[in-house]
């Protein structure tokens, strides 16, 4: 036991505050990083509730209303326009009684008086009428009344909808399909015939949900929030085209020859990709002589789209997914697109995605994947995506792999990206770069989507151009006040690259990997926000990461570690003392590479809990030989703004 008079007790404590304040303010003079800034307790945007638990799964009073639509459509490829009727059966599982529905009406996007073309950063040059509304019925009551308010409609419910009721709604509608500059949905020409890529085709329920009721956001730039249920669909065109389309054809026999039935059947055995549409079959084609009808089926699906042409060449083979089940993959592509080179690989790049996703991540729960190539490049829906008709090697790999990734993010997992494009642009860069460092053995890897910074350099270094940027805005910042500058290199590569950090540097891949796939698993059809994933990350990777969400996706803070100092104990055997500073207000752990005269090297780790309390510190080096060199962050892992101070050399006495 250790006995302390009174009164040198009292002197103490009353001397520790000086020294400390002492401290502190020598350091403030020399160091701007403020510990008390970056490890402050941190309220996330939402709070746990019962519908939202504070492990990030959904807790048990969650509720989800559900959706299901039957649509039949007609496409006139002459007039360039898309008819319809939809019959959408809305569910309120939610406690609260609901006197209206919102929709979304996305095509209205086109209009020339949209909101869209106000926000000025994604200027058109072309534009169509939008939706024509033709009717709005409630089936058992007739017409009801509606508004069209930019890109969505409001309808005035005769009668409230009540928990756990349900209605059926139906629209009649028709549009003009936009030329080249619809962008994710278009018409245009290619060798064989016109391709229509047909998406955001049918007025869409907008989610009501707990955490904003009915989410309304315009249509500015950013994609989808939608509601998941079962989608029947028929598209009727001229008998002289293909339709590959979203989820389970359920007609072949109507629309396909015996041979192609045929060559579909041996592709769903076939490892190696399978035709079922040649470029000589294109070739031969006649002229339309009626219409024909394609039905498809989907479901748990947000969404649907589908695209046409007679001019496609086809092709497919299987997927095989976990626990024996397994589904089809399937390439469409104009006659010029064919190639090894080329389209002919399209199939494969699609087959080898699915696969590693569903392994790493979660299995692919749709009957096809397609792949189209067409007009509208480079977009994603479920079970099917457009990409473009001259994409070749790495680059056809690269945006099949990533967008047909998007079937995990946001089509399985629903996040709303129309707020939060972080989320799932940025997960699915994020498990491209596994997949392109998987795919024969690396031949396109890697994949490091950073725009910002082009050239030479690690991911690391290239980033850390984006953190010092003061005008770059935060990862959580809402979707449409991103502008074209930053759009990639802040909602893909910085959350994307956050996401390896968390992986490779924070949690490692033993804790990381077991965590994703759960939060991947409790929001599968469902609808989590930014906040629901930190938890989850938190509660089952085993760590507090309040600095790393303040530092990397509240803020745009910047990393800067230095050695400052090699202090060689008198004496060999003693050692030597090594000082490590912070500088900037972003903390990441790091590792120390101390260089010994003899030749050696040790690796020491530098958690974050270093910088907890001061932004120096001084790392105690037990050697018999004397230390020559000191590094941080050696290999260039974390995106540190000023590499200029991350090592010093000593000279040994002779």
Do not use: C
Not at 528 to 545: I, N, V, Y
């Amino acid at each position: 036991m250790i006995r302390i008079s009174a009164l040198a007790l009292a002197a103490s404590l009353a001397a520790a505050p000086l020294a400390q304040a002492q401290v502190a303010a020598s350091s403030r003079e020399t160091n701007p990083y403020v510990p008390l800034k970056t490890f402050a307790p941190l309220s996330l945007p939402s709070p746990p509730t019962a519908q939202r638990g504070a492990a990030g799964a959904p807790g048990a009073a969650y509720w989800q209303n559900r959706v299901d639509y039957s649509i039949d459509a007609r496409l006139d490829p002459a007039a360039k326009t898309l008819s319809a009727q939809e019959t959408i059966t809305y569910v309120n599982h939610s406690p609260d009684t609901l006197d209206m529905l919102w929709l979304q009406l996305d095509q209205n996007v086109y209009r020339p008086d949209s909101r869209a073309g106000a926000q000025g950063g994604r200027p058109r040059k072309a534009f169509t009428d939008g939706y024509a509304i033709e009717a709005v019925e409630i089936e058992g009551v007739g017409a009801v009344p509606f508004l069209v308010d930019d890109t969505r409609m409001r309808v005035t419910l005769p009668k409230a909808l009540k928990s756990g009721g349900q209605l059926k709604l139906k629209v009649r509608y028709h549009y003009t399909v936009p030329g080249l500059f619809g962008g994710r949905t278009a018409w245009g020409s290619s060798s064989a015939g016109e391709i229509f890529d047909i998406a955001q085709w049918y007025p869409r329920m907008a989610v009501y949900d707990d955490v904003r009721g009915w989410d309304t956001l315009p249509y500015l730039a950013n994609e989808f929030y939608l509601e998941y249920g079962d989608i029947d669909y028929a598209v009727t065109v001229p008998d002289d085209m293909i339709v590959a389309g979203s989820g389970a054809l359920t007609n072949a026999k109507d629309v396909l020859t015996a041979q192609q039935r045929a060559r579909l059947a041996e592709a769903a055995r076939s490892d190696q990709t399978v035709m079922i549409r040649t470029p000589q079959e294109v070739a031969a084609t006649g002229p339309a002589k009626g219409t024909k009808t394609w039905r498809f089926h989907m479901s748990d699906t947000r969404d649907v789209a589908f695209t046409a042409s007679r001019g496609f060449v086809w092709d497919a083979a299987r997927i095989n997914l976990p626990d024996g089940k397994a589904a089809l993959a399937q390439s469409v592509y104009p006659p010029e697109s064919v190639g090894e080179g080329a389209w002919s690989r399209s199939t494969e790049y699609m087959k080898h995605a699915v696969e590693q996703f569903s392994t790493r991540w979660y299995p692919y729960p749709w009957p096809n994947a397609i792949n189209v190539a067409g007009p509208a490049t480079g977009m994603e829906y479920p079970g099917i995506v457009f990409d473009g008709v001259d994409d070749a090697g790495k680059t056809l790999f690269w945006i099949s792999a990533h967008e047909i990734g998007h079937s995990w993010f946001p089509m399985i997992v629903g996040f709303d990206e129309r707020r939060d494009a972080w989320m799932d642009e940025g997960f699915n860069t994020f498990i491209d770069v596994y997949e392109s460092d998987a795919f024969e053995n690396g031949v396109y890897g890697p994949k490091r989507d950073s725009e910002y910074a082009p050239g030479p350099g690690a991911p690391a270094d290239q980033i850390a151009e984006i953190l010092e940027d003061a005008a770059a805005p935060p990862i959580l910042s809402r979707a449409d006040t991103i502008r074209e500058k930053y759009r990639h290199p802040i909602t893909y590569f910085k959350s994307a690259f956050g996401l390896t950090l968390l992986r490779e540097d924070i949690l490692g891949p033993d804790r990381f990997d077991p965590a994703f796939r759960k939060f991947i698993a409790d929001w599968a059809f469902k609808h989590p926000k930014p906040s629901d994933f930190f938890r989850a990350m938190e509660s089952a990777g085993g760590e507090d990461l309040s600095w790393f969400w303040r530092g990397w996706y509240l803020n745009n803070w910047t990393l800067d570690m230095g050695v400052t100092d090699i202090v060689q104990d008198s004496g060999p055997a003693k050692g030597a003392r090594v000082t490590v500073e912070n500088r900037g207000q972003l903390v990441l752990p790091a590792t120390l590479r101390v260089t010994f005269q003899d030749g050696t090297r040790r690796d020491i780790r530098v958690p974050v809990e270093t910088w907890m309390q001061s932004g120096s510190h001084v790392f105690a080096i037990d050697a018999a030989s004397p230390v020559v060199e000191a590094v941080i962050d050696p290999d260039h892992r974390i995106p540190d703004r000023d590499r200029t101070n991350n090592s010093q050399r000593r000279t040994p006495a002779a």
